[in-house]
């Protein structure tokens, strides 16, 4: 069976400022994962996803996220947040199943401090 | 178009109406599903519909039934609810043309939904 944890509930960063949110996975097979941000009161938004390839992956909004394989790992990192940045942001592992069913992580919230 | 549409954005209802929530996406996607959401927690999946079947049911209490008119649309028809039942509806659809991992998912901005 798949998991992801992310071990922060919570990261306050000032603006523009880096910052790293955390994510690990267990998996018996192969996986694929999935960065996902939630804006106050709106849906989930994918912000990039790891398939197979490149294990550096870049995605929207200046966000990029890197596959670790020996650390079953997949950290989301930007090295200037915006205050637009404050959100939730979920990390999604799928793995080679027969079917698309993503486990979601309980949820990072981003505070960007002005 | 990437965009999954759903209405209404809010929706208060007593235990004893009836309600439906409406989803609709126009991106050619053949899978659609409902995931329900509570405050603080992340997206539970209720349902999956692959090719406007019903592929997947979590479980789901009865008093949620879920429909798939046609490739396009998909509703969730809410009967005798709970207090317990109030949380953000999220859909979803994704290309579902072999349905495997790979079939990226993409969310609507939800129907919150509060039960009296």
């Known amino acids: 069976a798949q998991s992801v944890t992310q071990l922060d509930s919570q990261v306050p960063v000032f603006e523009e400022a880096p910052v790293e949110l955390r994510c690990n996975y267990s998996?018996?097979?192969?996986?694929?994962l999935f960065w996902y941000v939630q804006y106050p009161n709106q849906g989930l938004q994918l912000l990039l996803k790891y398939l197979s390839g490149s294990t550096l992956v870049k995605g929207i909004n200046g966000f990029e996220a890197e596959f670790n394989k020996s650390q079953t790992s997949f950290h989301l990192r930007k090295p200037s947040v915006h205050i637009s940045d404050t959100a939730e942001y979920f990390c999604?592992?799928?793995?080679?199943?027969?079917?698309?069913?993503?486990?979601f992580g309980t949820g990072t919230k981003l505070q960007v401090i002005p | 178009d990437t965009e999954v549409t759903q209405t209404p954005k809010h929706l208060v209802m007593g235990m004893t109406n009836k309600k439906s929530l409406k989803c609709e996406q126009h991106?050619?996607?053949?899978?659609m599903y409902w995931y329900k959401q509570k405050a603080k927690k992340p997206p539970e999946l209720m349902f999956v519909y692959s090719y406007e079947k019903l592929s997947i049911n979590e479980s789901v209490p009865s008093r949620f039934s879920p429909e798939c008119p046609n490739s396009s649309l998909l509703n969730l028809h809410l009967h005798a609810l709970q207090p317990e039942d109030s949380a953000l509806y999220l859909c979803?659809?994704?290309?579902?043309?072999?349905?495997?991992?790979?079939?990226?998912?993409?969310f609507g901005p939800g129907t919150r939904l509060t039960v009296l």
């Open positions: 979803a659809s994704s290309q579902g043309r072999s349905l495997g991992p790979t079939d990226t998912q993409y």
């Open positions: 991106m050619g996607h053949r899978a």
């Open positions: 998996s018996s097979v192969s996986v694929y």
């Open positions: 999604a592992v799928s793995d080679s199943g027969g079917y698309q069913k993503v486990t």
